[in-house]
C-alpha cells in the first residue's frame, strides 16, 4: 500500500529534483568524472623563472626531476596524452601561483617525460640556454680592466 502518498507529493519532489538536477548537476558529474585523479602537489617550487634560475643546480634537478615524476604517473593514472599531461601541469601550476612563463618552460620537460618514461636536464637546459652558460662561465677566471697599454 502506498498510503498518503499522493500525486501532489510526487509532482513537489519531482520538481524539486529536477530544479537541483539543473543547477548542481554539472557538478556532481564533474566529481564523479574526477574524484580517482591524482592530486598535484610539489615539494619545493620556484614562482618565477628569476627564483627558479637562483637556486642551484642540484635543486633546479630536484624541482624537475619531481615534475617528470608527476607528469609519468598523471599520464599513466588518468590516461591523458602527453599534450593534456603538460597542460594539466600549466594549469595546476598557474593555480599554485607560479608564473605563467616559467610553467609554460616546465611544459616541455613534463611532455618530454612522459613521452619516454624518464627525466632528461637536456631538454630543459635546451629550452633556457641562458642558464647554463652562466654556470659555465662562473668557474673561468676573470681577468680584469686591462689599460691601452697592456693590450
Known amino acids: 500500500m502506498v498510503g498518503n502518498l499522493d500525486i501532489g507529493k510526487l509532482v513537489t519532489i519531482t520538481f524539486l529534483f529536477l ?5 548542481f548537476g554539472d557538478k556532481v558529474m564533474f566529481w564523479l568524472d574526477h574524484k580517482d585523479d591524482m592530486p598535484f602537489s610539489l615539494s619545493k617550487i620556484a614562482y618565477t623563472k628569476n627564483d627558479f634560475n ?84 662562473s668557474s673561468k677566471k676573470t681577468e680584469g680592466t686591462k689599460w691601452i697599454w697592456e693590450r
Request: glycine share 4%; net charge negative; aromatic share 8%.
Open 19 to 23: 530544479i537541483g538536477a539543473l543547477f
Open 54 to 137: 637562483k637556486m642551484e643546480l642540484n635543486e633546479q634537478k630536484e624541482i624537475l626531476a619531481e615534475i617528470a615524476t608527476i607528469c609519468i604517473n598523471k599520464h599513466h593514472l588518468d590516461e591523458l596524452s602527453c599534450s593534456d599531461t603538460a597542460y594539466w601541469l600549466a594549469h595546476n601550476l598557474e593555480e599554485k601561483g607560479v608564473d605563467v612563463d616559467l610553467a609554460i618552460d616546465w611544459m616541455k620537460p613534463c611532455s618530454y617525460a612522459c613521452e619516454t618514461g624518464k627525466f632528461d636536464q637536456a631538454v630543459y637546459e635546451e629550452r633556457n640556454p641562458l642558464h647554463d652558460k652562466s654556470s659555465k662561465n
